[in-house]
């Protein structure tokens, strides 16, 4: 069974960085044939796909987000990060971790319960 579980802290300062980690259990982030992705939803807004990477460990983000995204994998903890740059308010949302078998979904098989980031001074 596979389990993914986010940390982080929740409450972060606007012009700072956001970091998040989603620790997977059950599988390999390297060769289960799944993209893991991180997806965010800001309150009373849908979800939104913020980037992802396949088990080549090739990446891919959003192209609005690009710029301030950066995602990494550690394959000997089977984790991977978020680093989001220079948050604002609006980066306000539950951030999720996701397993899916397509680049850019916001649903998929696997998902974390989700962790509520607040950016507020």
Do not use: H
């Amino acid at each position: 069974q596979v389990q993914m579980q986010e940390s982080g802290p929740g409450l972060v300062k606007p012009s700072q960085t956001l970091s998040l980690t989603c620790s997977v259990s059950g599988a390999s982030i390297t060769t289960l044939n799944y993209y893991w992705n991180w997806i965010r939803q800001p309150p009373g807004k849908d979800l939104e796909w913020m980037g992802g990477f396949d088990t080549s460990g090739n990446v891919y983000y959003k192209p609005t987000l690009k710029s301030r995204t950066f995602i990494s994998r550690d394959t000997a903890k089977n984790q991977f990060t978020l680093q989001l740059n220079s948050v604002t308010p609006e980066d306000t949302a539950v951030y999720y971790c996701l397993g899916a078998r397509l680049l850019g979904a916001t649903t998929g098989d696997f998902r974390g319960q989700g962790t509520q980031v607040t950016v507020s001074s």
